[in-house]
Every structure is written in structure tokens, then in C-alpha cells.
């Protein structure tokens, strides 16, 4: 076990407190302090060896889901944690069944305090961890790998910024490097930034990434199929603005009202998802600031023909709002938060638009961008015209959805991949315990129980 810092443990000694009082002047859901300081968890009722997977938030989330899956069918059960509610909602929503049965159990994550990890790695007793994307945890890493635990950060992703960041605070992240077991990046810069911080070699991999995983739904289909009915949108242009954050809202429907205007023949629709639940009213304050009519999804409101925004206040529905779209805007990406998976988008077909913040998933963009199936645009005035573009070339519009289809398809084996990667990793980490147990018995003395042997006569 490489050790963590001494000047990290004493900061988050001394963060550990602050935190309390943090949450204490929160909204937290039930339960939620207790599992963050490992006072109280879900009692286990299951004998399947368990894997632990910690995904930070919603994005995470969805992108582990399908991995999720594979493991279950394969026989484990699962400990997912999260970091944020949306992420936690989230996973109550996806594995409903799944935790009513026994099989998938689930908590916020338990801060990164040595004491608290051992209570949550005692109860849970996970042969394998799994961390998605970026968020690692020092003292949560030492501690796995003190316990001989298989740990894998899946779908691995490394910026430019996160890297810098990380150089900051070398033996920290040293430390984490080495305490891994496995590193799957998701492409070849982040695997050389895992190896420039101290991971080895035969540590890394390289596979593509998990949010090409991304597949249709067909209950998604079918209920935004039942909306275009519902709604007479045979004839309207829908554009969708998803997993939108503050200050994208407004841009969006200042593009959207100018267009609206120039091209009225089409009847275009603007549907809003905000990112976060909490934005909802904010976001509806805007649409009304601007003298548009609210329609609202959590007041079951249906869009006349007149009506041309309807805030989606929902979640774990954006499938239905993707499907129903004929243009996608992907938010995240117009203000610097990285941007969101575009192959939701793409999986079922439709153009994408994303701004100039893209680092989160870069190579995905850049992919999209190349097969012309995604726009990049640098502010407002870009992103009037090339709604415009394609609200007047509706076949222009068609083609780019129909090549970023084939693209998403392409990369469809991208679970397969890493999860053969996992499995691999889990099966190397049981045989070397096997190992250390027989090399254990090996240099055991044997008890003669007062007996002499006939070297002793």
C-alpha cells in the first residue's frame, strides 16, 4: 500500500467538521448525514460477492448504468454510491427493482476519513471497487488496497486542467496511481497524464469510451411517439435544449425566439431540460420574463400550436425529449461545465449542437464534429445560424442525425470492452489472494500439540 500524505490526512481532518456543518445547513434527503460519516447504512440481505461503484452524479450515473448491468447478469451484486442527489435519484429511479430485491444497495458517499471508510468497507466487504471517470479519494484508495481489494477506475478521463491540478499536489496523487489496480482510460491523452502522475504501464488501458453505450429505449420511443400525436407536432420543428445550465437558457431562447421569427412557417417548438431539479422555477421565470406562456411538464401541460417553449421539469426522461426532437442543443457546453454526452443524441438519430466547452468529452465531439454530425458554435450569433441552417435544410438536418446514428452504433461494443477489462482485473486480484493465503500457510509453523517429531528424540 503506497501511504497517503500526511498533509492530506490532517486537511481532511480538518475539512471533516466544516463538511458537518455544511450538510447541516442543507436540504439533505433521508438518511444522508449518517451514510456520509458512516453512522448508518442499508442492511444487507444478499450472499452474491458485492462490487462497489461509486459515479459522482447524474452524468455518471447513466454512463455506468449499462456496465451496472452486465455485472449484475453476471452474478454480483451492487453498492453504488453517489456524491450529489441528482446522481442518487437517479439510481433509485434506474435500479428500482433491483433494490426492492435485494440485489442493488445504495448511499451517498462516505467522506474520505479513515475512520468512516473502515466502517463502510466492513459492512459492504466488496471484492471489487469501481470509480467512474474522475473522482478518486485518497485515504478511500490506501484503504482498498491495504485490504487487498480489486480497484478500477472505469472509463477514465483526464483533461489538460484536471491534470494540472492534479501535478499540484504530486504525492497525493502518486499515492492514488499507485493504490489503483487498473486505470481503463477512454483515450490515449488521458491514459499518458494517468501514466506522467505515477501509474505504471501495466496498469493502464485503453478502451473507448462508455457514453458511446448509449442505447435506444423503446418504451422512450414509444411514448414520445405517443406525445407527437398528442401534441399535432407532425408539422412543427421541435428543438431541444438538454441538461441546460444558468446562462444557457437565456442564449438559447434569445436564438430560438429569432429564428422562431424568420421561420414561422415551420411552427417551431422549444423544449427546456434543465440539468438540475432545483432550477426548475428559475428557469421558468425566464421563459415568462421573456411574455411567453409557461408550459410546464410537472403541471401536465400539453403545447398549443400558438404556445412555442414548454419547460421538461422532470427527470429521467430526456430519451422521450431526445426522440422527440428533429435539432438537439447539448447543454453544459455554452458555459464552461465540459459539456454532456452528445450520443444520447445521436443514438436516435438527431443533429447535434454543442458550444465551445466540450473538455468533458472531447473526443466524442470531435468525432461527431469529423462525420459532420455535430456543430460546434462560439456564442449566440453562431447558434442562430446554424438553427437556421438546419431548420431551412431540414434533409441537411436529417443526414447529419442519420451519419451521428451510424457513428454511435459503431462504438456500441464499448461495455463489452471494459467490462472484459474488469473481469480480467477481479479474477488476477483473487488468484494473487490465493497466492498470499498459500504462502501464508507455507511459512506457518505447524503445532506438534506436546507431540515431538523425530528430529526432537
Same mark, same amino acid.
Given at each position: 500500500?503506497?501511504?497517503?500524505?500526511?498533509?492530506?490526512?490532517?486537511?481532511?481532518?480538518?475539512?471533516?467538521?466544516?463538511?458537518?456543518?455544511?450538510?447541516?445547513?442543507?436540504?439533505?434527503?433521508?438518511?444522508?448525514?449518517?451514510?456520509?460519516?458512516?453512522?448508518?447504512?442499508?442492511?444487507?440481505?444478499?450472499?452474491?460477492?458485492?462490487?462497489?461503484?461509486?459515479?459522482?452524479?447524474?452524468?455518471?450515473?447513466?454512463?455506468?448504468?449499462?456496465?451496472?448491468?452486465?455485472?449484475?447478469?453476471?452474478?454480483?451484486?451492487?453498492?453504488?454510491?453517489?456524491?450529489?442527489?441528482?446522481?442518487?435519484?437517479?439510481?433509485?429511479?434506474?435500479?428500482?427493482?433491483?433494490?426492492?430485491?435485494?440485489?442493488?444497495?445504495?448511499?451517498?458517499? %462516505?467522506?474520505?476519513?479513515?475512520?468512516?471508510?473502515?466502517?463502510?468497507?466492513?459492512?459492504?466487504? %466488496?471484492?471489487?471497487?469501481?470509480?467512474?471517470?474522475?473522482?478518486?479519494?485518497?485515504?478511500?484508495?490506501?484503504?482498498?488496497?491495504?485490504?487487498?481489494?480489486?480497484?478500477?477506475?472505469?472509463?477514465?478521463?483526464?483533461?489538460?486542467?484536471?491534470?494540472?491540478?492534479?501535478?499540484?499536489?504530486?504525492?497525493?496523487?502518486?499515492?492514488?496511481?499507485?493504490?489503483?489496480?487498473?486505470?481503463?482510460?477512454?483515450?490515449?491523452?488521458?491514459?499518458?497524464?494517468?501514466?506522467?502522475?505515477?501509474?505504471?504501464?501495466?496498469?493502464?488501458?485503453?478502451?473507448?469510451?462508455?457514453?458511446?453505450?448509449?442505447?435506444?429505449?423503446?418504451?422512450?420511443?414509444?411514448?414520445?411517439?405517443?406525445?407527437?400525436?398528442?401534441?399535432?407536432?407532425?408539422?412543427?420543428?421541435?428543438?431541444?435544449?438538454?441538461?441546460?445550465?444558468?446562462?444557457?437558457?437565456?442564449?438559447?431562447?434569445?436564438?430560438?425566439?429569432?429564428?422562431?421569427?424568420?421561420?414561422?412557417?415551420?411552427?417551431?417548438?422549444?423544449?427546456?431540460?434543465?440539468?438540475?431539479?432545483?432550477?426548475?422555477?428559475?428557469?421558468?421565470?425566464?421563459?415568462?420574463?421573456?411574455?411567453?406562456?409557461?408550459?410546464?411538464?410537472?403541471?401536465?401541460?400539453? %403545447?398549443?400550436?400558438?404556445?412555442?417553449?414548454?419547460?421538461?421539469?422532470?427527470?429521467?426522461?430526456?430519451?422521450?425529449?431526445?426522440?422527440?426532437?428533429?435539432?438537439?442543443?447539448?447543454?453544459?457546453?455554452?458555459?464552461?461545465?465540459?459539456?454532456?454526452?452528445?450520443?444520447?443524441?445521436?443514438?436516435?438519430?438527431?443533429?447535434?449542437?454543442?458550444?465551445?466547452?466540450?473538455?468533458?468529452?472531447?473526443?466524442?465531439?470531435?468525432?461527431?464534429?469529423?462525420?459532420?454530425?455535430?456543430?460546434?458554435?462560439?456564442?449566440?450569433?453562431?447558434?442562430?445560424?446554424?438553427?437556421?441552417?438546419?431548420?431551412?435544410?431540414?434533409?441537411?438536418?436529417?443526414?447529419?442525425?442519420?451519419?451521428?446514428?451510424?457513428?454511435?452504433?459503431?462504438?456500441?461494443?464499448?461495455?463489452?470492452?471494459?467490462?472484459?477489462?474488469?473481469?480480467?482485473?477481479?479474477?488476477?486480484?483473487?488468484?494473487?489472494?490465493?497466492?498470499?493465503?498459500?504462502?501464508?500457510?507455507?511459512?506457518?509453523?505447524?503445532?506438534?500439540?506436546?507431540?515431538?517429531?523425530?528430529?526432537?528424540?
Amino acid at each position: 500500500m503506497q501511504a497517503t500524505p500526511l498533509y492530506y490526512r490532517l486537511a481532511m481532518s480538518l475539512l471533516k467538521p466544516l463538511y458537518q456543518l455544511k450538510l447541516a445547513s442543507k436540504t439533505t434527503l433521508p438518511n444522508e448525514k449518517q451514510q456520509r460519516f458512516g453512522q448508518v447504512f442499508p442492511k444487507i440481505h444478499t450472499r452474491q460477492p458485492i462490487i462497489w461503484c461509486h459515479a459522482v452524479s447524474l452524468g455518471e450515473t447513466n454512463t455506468a448504468e449499462p456496465i451496472l448491468r452486465d455485472l449484475l447478469s453476471q452474478g454480483y451484486a451492487l453498492w453504488v454510491t453517489n456524491t450529489t442527489h441528482t446522481g442518487y435519484n437517479r439510481v433509485e429511479q434506474l435500479f428500482a427493482p433491483e433494490i426492492a430485491a435485494g440485489k442493488v444497495y445504495h448511499s451517498f458517499v %462516505p467522506v474520505d476519513s479513515k475512520a468512516v471508510i473502515d466502517k463502510f468497507l466492513a459492512h459492504v466487504q %466488496p471484492v471489487a471497487a469501481l470509480f467512474i471517470e474522475t473522482e478518486l479519494w485518497g485515504t478511500t484508495l490506501a484503504e482498498l488496497n491495504n485490504r487487498q481489494i480489486a480497484t478500477i477506475l472505469v472509463n477514465g478521463r483526464l483533461s489538460e486542467k484536471s491534470f494540472k491540478g492534479y501535478q499540484k499536489a504530486a504525492k497525493l496523487s502518486q499515492s492514488m496511481m499507485e493504490n489503483l489496480s487498473l486505470i481503463i482510460a477512454q483515450d490515449s491523452d488521458s491514459a499518458k497524464r494517468f501514466r506522467q502522475l505515477g501509474a505504471t504501464s501495466d496498469k493502464i488501458r485503453i478502451a473507448s469510451s462508455l457514453k458511446w453505450s448509449s442505447k435506444t429505449n423503446p418504451l422512450m420511443l414509444s411514448r414520445a411517439e405517443k406525445l407527437k400525436q398528442s401534441w399535432h407536432l407532425s408539422d412543427r420543428a421541435v428543438i431541444l435544449a438538454a441538461s441546460t445550465h444558468e446562462g444557457e437558457e437565456l442564449a438559447i431562447l434569445d436564438s430560438f425566439l429569432t429564428v422562431k421569427a424568420q421561420y414561422a412557417n415551420r411552427h417551431p417548438l422549444l423544449i427546456i431540460v434543465p440539468r438540475h431539479p432545483e432550477r426548475f422555477d428559475d428557469v421558468a421565470k425566464l421563459i415568462d420574463a421573456k411574455n411567453l406562456p409557461v408550459i410546464r411538464r410537472s403541471q401536465d401541460g400539453e %403545447p398549443a400550436k400558438s404556445e412555442s417553449v414548454y419547460l421538461a421539469d422532470s427527470m429521467g426522461e430526456l430519451g422521450v425529449w431526445y426522440a422527440l426532437s428533429d435539432i438537439a442543443i447539448v447543454g453544459g457546453s455554452l458555459v464552461n461545465i465540459g459539456g454532456h454526452n452528445p450520443i444520447e443524441a445521436a443514438i436516435v438519430g438527431k443533429p447535434i449542437i454543442m458550444g465551445q466547452y466540450t473538455q468533458s468529452c472531447q473526443l466524442i465531439v470531435d468525432q461527431l464534429k469529423q462525420a459532420g454530425a455535430l456543430a460546434q458554435v462560439n456564442g449566440s450569433d453562431e447558434l442562430t445560424q446554424q438553427l437556421a441552417h438546419w431548420l431551412a435544410n431540414p434533409k441537411s438536418a436529417q443526414t447529419a442525425g442519420h451519419v451521428g446514428q451510424i457513428l454511435a452504433e459503431k462504438y456500441q461494443d464499448a461495455t463489452k470492452q471494459q467490462l472484459a477489462m474488469i473481469m480480467q482485473c477481479i479474477a488476477d486480484n483473487n488468484e494473487q489472494l490465493i497466492k498470499s493465503e498459500i504462502q501464508k500457510i507455507d511459512h506457518e509453523p505447524v503445532a506438534s500439540h506436546g507431540r515431538k517429531f523425530i528430529d526432537d528424540l
